[in-house]
């Protein structure tokens, strides 16, 4: 699969199981990765895992490892504070996914609207009641069972890269606990 062959993207997250779901995903549809991990351990675990196509570094070092002038398709990160600094290097009509259980609807329509003129669409992904390793006795939501990190990882990449007239949107991954 190449549906993402070309593309250069991203993933700085917290939430190692969902960054490397995507990471996952992207290697497979061809893309370029940098995914970040905090610990040489995590590291040389996910880069085993990922492969040639994919870079794991320490998150201070994502910047670094793009070079002089590299740019990046496609952002995957936790919160805006953490998409900043790599922002000047997003091409522009790029994508932004921001990847937290409670994304602020305020920020994400606040860098939305700041990349707008670049045609840089930011969205987030929501989600919530996912399997965690080692995790239970967490009350299921309405859909009666735990979500999964690559339900998640496919929605963020919805949004990245199928959702090409949405910006500013939030999407609950959450088995239904944030219906009305």
Partial sequence: MTKYAG???????????????????LVEGGA????TARTTEERD???????SAARVVAPSDVT???????????????????????LPRLRDGGA??????????????????ELVSRGIRVNAVAPGC?????????PLPPLGRLGAAEEV????????TDATFTTG????VDGGLSRP
Avoid: W, Y
């Fill in 64 to 86: 670094a490892c793009l070079g002089p002038g590299g740019v990046v398709d496609l952002l995957f990160a936790d919160v805006v504070a953490t998409a900043r600094p790599l």
């Fill in 169 to 172: 949107a939030r999407l609950p």
């Fill in 7 to 25: 593309r250069t993207a991203v993933v700085v997250s917290e939430a190692t199981a969902i960054g490397l779901a995507v990471a996952k995903r």
């Fill in 96 to 113: 932004v996914v921001l990847m937290t259980p409670a994304p602020s609807p305020a920020a994400v329509h606040a860098l939305a609207g």
């Fill in 32 to 35: 370029q990765v940098v995914l």
């Fill in 45 to 51: 675990r996910l880069g085993g895992e990922l492969g």
């Fill in 153 to 160: 990882a496919r929605a963020a990449l919805f949004l990245a």
């Fill in 130 to 138: 996912i399997e965690a390793p080692g995790g239970n006795g967490v």
